[in-house]
């Protein structure tokens, strides 16, 4: 009889165990949703484990990332699609348009893949707008950049695969102009000491977490004057290339 107590005494502590986890579990999914592969995605969620994967899942879902991006407040508009031979060219590409409080894009216009658009705007009101404010006590105007789409291969070589930015799934970061009017330049601030520099070490880690590629001047001599952000395929895997 007293061995039957004692199965029955381990058997409800099992359970109360199993209880708690379970409710532990299920709380942290509801405070965490980003370190969770399962539960959608949100734009205005803090970054987590699996926000890259979910970003860069997007790619062949435009209809669900173009309603992310209204719901988050983001003003880009459908672009025309742009034809540009098998390996060239997008169909859901999306207009950079700055919504009340956002940063704009120099020069106004490009057009992004949707996929790097909502990083983009993840990247700039957790990463970039918090860091300018860290460190210059003003926010960011203007996003400078050097394009977006272009029909390429990788360095513009004759051979071998083609680049990101051949589908608008890349975009090229130049510098940052604050609201102050004071400007922060990749290729002039990278290798200084002071705040401009770690702004921009700081904005570039930040995109490692959002973007399947972040390369910047520490890569190599081609990236000396920008920040390379794109939604490589290995994203969805919640794989990364920050350099």
């Known amino acids: ?8 005494l381990w058997w409800i502590v099992l359970l109360a165990i199993a209880a708690a986890a379970f409710r532990y579990g299920r709380d942290y999914v509801r405070r965490h949703p980003q370190d969770v592969p399962w539960t959608p995605l949100r734009l205005g969620d803090p970054v987590g484990l699996f ?3 979910k970003l860069a899942s997007l790619s062949d879902k435009p209809a669900r990332c173009q309603a992310l991006l209204q719901v988050a407040g983001s003003a880009d508009l459908p672009a025309s699609p742009r034809g540009g031979g ?4 997008y169909a859901n590409g999306l207009r950079l348009i700055p919504a009340s409080g956002d940063a704009r894009f120099a ?10 658009a909502a990083a983009l705007l993840v990247f700039e009101r957790q990463v970039v707008q918090p860091a300018a404010l860290e460190h210059f006590g003003s926010r960011v105007a203007a996003i400078e950049h050097a394009g977006s789409y272009s029909c390429r291969r990788i360095y513009g070589r004759e051979e071998g695969p083609f680049s990101e930015h051949a589908s608008a799934n890349a975009l090229d970061i130049i510098g940052f102009r604050l609201a102050d009017g004071r400007s922060i330049s990749v290729r002039k601030d990278w290798r200084r000491e002071g705040r401009e520099a770690d702004f921009l070490h700081e904005v570039r880690d930040g995109a490692c977490r959002l973007f399947a590629t972040a390369l910047s001047p520490d890569y190599n001599a081609a990236h000396a004057d920008h920040l390379h952000l794109d939604q490589a395929k290995r994203g969805e895997m919640g794989w990364s290339v920050c350099r």
């Open 107 to 116: 020069p106004a216009g490009v057009v992004t893949s949707c996929p790097v």
């Open 51 to 53: 926000t890259l994967h």
């Open 86 to 89: 098998p390996d060239c060219g």
């Open 1 to 8: 009889m007293a061995r039957v107590i004692r199965i029955a």
